[in-house]
């Protein structure tokens, strides 16, 4: 179960895992690692992978036997050589947890295997404090002691950190490849495929979990409901919605580019007069009603208002007020200048 969990959320990339097999099975293993990838890229497994192979008694072609002693330890979450260091409530790494957890901790010899791994969840936290005391343990650690640092991006980290840390990249991969591996190797049926290749940033484990999803399809079904009839209410109509917002609170990113989406698919349509280059296809009747309702300088404005509106999320705005702002620009029409 483990091992397909694993190999689905890492799919497509490839060449990060030959690599980290290949340091495994020749047992040439840096200090540290810097792993760098979206959201959802797969971070966390990638490197709890490389970790539980590192700490493997018997590793097979650089990949954990998942039988050994220290394999079992590992999978039951309890690996007394496994380290893992996340932010705390407020959303931090303070300098002094990374001097107990790891700089002062990594002093103590391995209980269990003959390497101690650290990993840092949200590393890009750290400050410029916290990395300087890092510092010291990546260029000098035990012979034992292996650092991975994730992150969604490498420039939040000084240049003395990143030049001593091997990066390993999980690049989002491009929609269509993402769709067609959920056509093709999971059976996902065509327009949940597209819908989630689109809407899952690059990641095929995060395009499988919404695709096997009933509560992303069911969220799908009502926003599009929603959108293809919006060109037809009042303000005070749309307005209504808020409640909505709400209740989606938590899948709001999803709601959001869902809603980019379908304002794209509605320029596609109306300017290639085809369906072909559309995300939404399956919903051709809803498109093709509300594609004439629109001018097309409305349609660029709604995804600008969207991106518009990500921004504003992303900066702790009140969000009721930030639903009533969204829909009121979203029920705006024709208020454009060219
Ligand atoms: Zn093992």
Redesign the pocket.
């Known amino acids: 179960m483990y091992e397909k969990e694993v190999e689905e959320r890492l799919i497509g990339h490839d060449a990060v895992l030959k690599h980290i097999r290949s340091a495994v099975s020749a047992g040439r293993v840096s200090h540290a690692y810097l792993v760098e990838g979206a959201e959802g890229a797969g971070k966390k497994t990638l490197a709890g992978q490389f970790a539980?192979a590192l700490?493997?008694?018997?590793?097979e072609n650089g990949e954990?036997?998942?039988?050994?002693d220290?394999?079992r330890v590992f999978l039951s979450g309890n690996h007394p050589d496994m380290h893992y260091i996340r932010p705390g409530e407020k959303g931090t790494l303070p300098v002094q947890r990374i001097r107990e957890e790891l700089v002062q901790d990594m002093e103590i010899l391995p209980y269990y295997a003959g390497r101690k791994i650290y990993i840092v969840e949200r590393a890009h936290l750290m400050n410029a404090q916290a990395q300087n005391a890092l510092l010291k343990t990546i260029e000098e650690p035990p012979a034992y002691g292996v650092i991975l640092l994730l992150a969604e991006s490498v420039q939040s980290f000084l240049p003395t950190v990143r030049s001593r840390c091997v990066l390993l990249r999980l690049l989002p991969l491009p929609e269509e490849k993402v769709r067609k591996i959920l056509t093709g190797r999971y059976g996902v049926e065509e327009s949940t495929a597209r819908a989630c290749a689109a809407l899952c940033g690059g990641s095929v484990g995060q395009a499988l979990r919404l695709a096997r999803s009933e509560d992303f399809i069911r969220l799908r079904e009502r926003w599009m409901e929603w959108l293809s009839g919006l060109a037809r209410q009042e303000t005070w109509e749309v307005l209504a919605r808020a409640k909505a917002l709400e209740e989606d609170k938590a899948v709001i990113e999803d709601v959001l580019r869902m809603m980019q989406i379908w304002f794209r698919d509605l320029i596609i349509l109306r300017e290639t007069g085809s369906l072909s280059g559309c995300v939404c296809r399956d919903l051709d009747a809803k498109l093709e009603s509300s594609a004439n309702l629109y001018e097309i300088p409305e349609l660029y404005r709604k995804i600008e208002v969207l991106e518009d509106a990500k921004k504003k999320l992303s900066h702790n705005v009140n969000y009721g007020l930030w639903s009533d702002w969204l829909l009121v620009e979203l029920s705006r029409r024709k208020t454009f200048h060219q």
């Not at 700490?55 to 590793?59: I, Q, R």
């Not at 954990?64 to 050994?68: H, I, K, M």
């Open positions: 539980m700490l493997c008694k018997a590793p954990p036997c998942g039988r050994c220290s394999c």
